[in-house]
């Protein structure tokens, strides 16, 4: 099975760090995409990448950026935490036109 | 894009089938019917797709109106397991370029 791994399942940052977020995928993807999910909102796309070193803006990119280095590995970075990027984290990757898998998810919470 | 609409919240019961609706009326020919389901504190999780004809798989069906502007997921045997939200989502699988773009869904919940 396609595994889809994100570094933390929790995590608490404090307002004005710069903070990581790790999603590593295990079979080979092309594809990688992060999105948020708050309550009442939904799921929001906020990066995507399509190949190493390429990044596409989502719906809601503003206040957050993105590294792939390797095909396998696509980092969601958030320059300076402001409280209201709280929210759950999920990165998903594809193969072109199939399904996504999805990671577990990491709850932020920045105070 | 071309939207989705689905009820906020069904119940079942255990061991019964579950028919979850979805309707889609400005569906383009190019656009797939693709199901996912978010188990609590889980991500997501793909559960089926299809174009025009009916789909089964292991998870569930997934029946196709013929004029393509509805479908219902159906789950044989509702589990407990099975209590989730339910993403009906249309995509044009022939453009890369184009996302899963995830609505509200339909909260399923499962009584014993």
Known sequence: DVKVTQSSRYLVKRTGEKVFLECVQDMDHENMFWYRQDPGLGLRLIYFSYDVKMKEKGDIPEGYSVSR???ERFSLIL??????QTSMYLCA???SNYGY???S???LTVV | DAKTT???S???NEEEPVHLPCNHSTISGTDYIHWYRQLPSQGPEYVIHGLTSNVNNRMASLAIAEDRKSSTL?????TLRDAAVYYCILRDNNNAGNMLTFGGGTRLMVKP
């Not at chain 1, 320059?79 to 209201?84: G, K, L, P």
């Open chain 1, 101 to 103: 898998t999805f990671g």
């Open chain 2, 6 to 8: 689905q009820p906020n």
């Open chain 1, 79 to 84: 320059e300076s935490a402001s409280t209201n």
């Open chain 1, 93 to 95: 990757s594809s193969v």
């Open chain 1, 69 to 71: 280095e390797k095909k």
């Open chain 2, 10 to 12: 069904m119940e079942s």
């Open chain 2, 74 to 78: 159906i789950l044989h045997r509702a």
């Open chain 1, 105 to 107: 998810g990491t709850r």
